[in-house]
């Protein structure tokens, strides 16, 4: 059983460690869904997970592909964001390719290129709200984790739309005083 630790990339004040456990003889690696109600709470995590990094049971470091979907991300999470990686794979893709985006074929690309995103990516972060676009209905697999950071501070209802498209572990996370 190989052991992951997240130590304190929770928004709120309280850091607490969230402990995911997943077995070393999987033939898939675990995808993690990391929710929260607004977007900036949302880039405050996806900040302190790139600043504090990710590190298992015996200290070593673990840097997945993570990508922060949804709208106006902060500056400070750009290199994370959905919009910026699409960019990036655009840039790096021949000029012939360039040609057919120009044509119309541009809006399927960037749809493919979307999806191929989310499928490499181990950890996906999104607003509560944006986790039932259709991005996440086109997914071919559920997550095994879904995190949901101040769930007491979100309406009731919202902290169900990431788990319409199923999962294995539920954590709700929120600030005790």
Do not use: W
């Amino acid at each position: 059983m190989k052991k992951f630790i997240f130590k304190g990339f929770l928004s709120n004040k309280f850091c607490g460690s969230l402990l995911v456990q997943a077995r070393s003889n999987r033939k898939y690696r675990v995808r993690v869904l990391v929710c929260a109600p607004s977007n900036s709470a949302l880039d405050e995590i996806v900040l302190r997970l790139l600043s504090t990094g990710i590190r298992d049971e015996n200290d070593h470091a673990y840097a997945p592909k993570i990508v922060r979907i949804g709208l106006k991300a902060h500056h400070s999470v750009q290199a994370v964001s959905m919009d910026y990686l699409v960019e990036q794979k655009l840039a790096g893709m021949d000029f012939q390719t360039a040609d057919k985006q120009k044509q119309g074929g541009g809006a399927r690309d960037r749809d493919t290129i979307r999806a191929s995103i989310m499928d490499e990516s181990a950890i996906v972060f999104s607003t509560l709200s944006f986790s039932g676009s259709s991005l996440f209905t086109k997914l071919n697999r559920s997550f095994d984790i879904v995190v949901i950071d101040e769930a007491a501070q979100a309406v009731e209802p919202a902290t169900l739309v990431p788990l319409a498209s199923g999962c294995k572990q539920v954590f709700l996370v929120c600030a005790l005083i």
